[in-house]
């Protein structure tokens, strides 16, 4: 019989048409394999794995180093800026924004390379963004800020009082690209504005009380405020005299306050610089009012004596006092309670028929002052 012929056409030896030789899948998989990472040689694989199982083969490993279309260079710009804040404190241009903390493409931005801030003289109205650059000159530039960082930069006045200036930034990548000017703050450079020179804090019943003196040329007065141990001063109000009443406070815990004076300008207001500091922990040393409404049953046993509820919040009680009327010289009042009283009655059964009685009431307040004494009611026993 003639041998029988693998691959190949009976008798021909030629292979069968549209298909590949054994020996060149062997080396295809070979070099899928050495792909995935597995060192092998084309004589290695087995002689006798058929097409069937190197198609599998080929088939599960073809992903392995497939080249795709090329990807372009990422460009690295830096986003835009669009909160860019100016104003004028003192004699200082005071300057906040917040660096970008992405890239156009979305890519996470440690650093922004450059950032440069430019400002133009503008006459009043809109300020177009396309045409900035036009006659805008660099006033400052700063290197490698964080990206995403809140920034906060002090510049000397740029310009003279009534000069109206608009600023924007820059974001630079470190080949120089730049996606343009960000949003325009506009500030208008008014006269210096000093500010009071002397910050006095006192505490009132209900409030604590600012007092300094008036500043010349300032339309007003903006206040500042600190509490606790945060170290942050946050804007509290605004008042046209030199004074300001806190009311929102806590007895025992510690405040700071500021003041600046400001001028009115068309882009707003300029501020001068911080006032000195004054600083005030609150104690409660004022007693409530003196109770009010005093009256009285008196039987032969007893006076009956009750009076108004005090209207302070933080009344903790009363004291009753009494004194008594004999001869030309009265007796000194004692307090008849021993505990504090938490309702405004008290029934008096030390009493003796045919004397009279002089009864006055106090009231205390949760930290122990107690107010003076209400007016003196006289109670006759029967």
Same mark, same amino acid.
């Given at each position: ?19 590949? *030789? ?12 050495? &792909? ?27 992903? &392995? ?52 801030? %430019?400002?133009? /003289? ?35 006045? #740029? ?5 109206? %200036? ?29 500010? *009071? ?16 003196? #008036? ?74 009012? #003196? #109770?009010?409404?005093?009256?009285? /049953? ?42 504090? %009283? ?41």
């Amino acid at each position: 019989m003639p041998p029988r012929n693998r691959g190949g056409v009976a008798g021909t030896g030629a292979p069968f048409p549209g298909r590949t *030789p054994v020996s060149h899948n062997r080396s295809r998989a070979a070099a899928l394999l050495r &792909c995935a990472g597995l060192t092998v040689r084309p004589d290695s694989l087995l002689p006798a794995v058929g097409a069937g199982v190197l198609a599998v083969l080929l088939l599960t490993l073809s992903g &392995c180093g497939a080249i795709g279309d090329p990807m372009p260079p990422l460009l690295n710009i830096p986003a835009r800026t669009a909160d860019l804040q100016a104003s004028q404190r003192g004699a200082e241009l005071i300057l906040q924004w917040t660096a970008p903390g992405q890239t156009t493409e979305g890519i996470a931005l440690k650093q922004v390379d450059r950032t440069s801030l %430019l400002a133009k /003289v503008v006459e009043t109205g809109s300020v177009d963004a396309a045409s900035f650059d036009t006659g805008a000159r660099e006033l400052a530039t700063w290197n490698d800020l964080a990206g995403g960082q809140k920034v906060e930069r002090h510049l000397p006045l #740029p310009a003279s009082p009534g000069v109206r %200036l608009a600023l924007a930034v820059k974001n630079f990548s470190a080949r120089g690209r730049t996606l343009g000017v960000s949003n325009i703050a506009i500030v208008q450079i008014g006269p210096l504005v000093s500010p *009071p020179p002397k910050l006095s804090a006192t505490v009132q019943p209900a409030a604590i009380r600012l007092e300094w003196a #008036p500043v010349s040329g300032a339309a007003g007065y903006r206040v500042y405020k600190r509490s606790g141990e945060n170290p942050q001063f946050a804007y509290l109000g605004s008042t046209t005299a030199p004074l300001f009443e806190d009311s929102n406070f806590e007895w025992g815990e510690p405040y700071a306050y500021f003041v600046r004076a400001y001028a009115e300008v068309s882009t707003g207001i300029d501020e001068s610089a911080d006032s000195p500091v004054a600083a005030i922990v609150p104690h409660d040393v004022f007693p409530p009012s #003196p #109770p009010a409404g005093l009256r009285a /049953v008196a039987t032969e046993t007893s006076a009956e004596i009750s009076w108004n509820l005090s209207p302070e919040p933080d009344t903790a009680g009363y004291n009753i006092y009494r004194r008594v009327l004999s001869g030309s010289a009265p007796s000194p009042p004692v307090r008849l309670n021993a505990e504090l %009283l938490s309702a405004p009655v008290f029934s008096d059964k030390d009493v003796q028929r045919q004397r009279r009685y002089v009864y006055t009431v106090t009231a205390v307040d949760d930290k122990g002052n107690e107010s003076g004494p209400s007016a003196p009611l006289e109670v006759a026993i029967p």
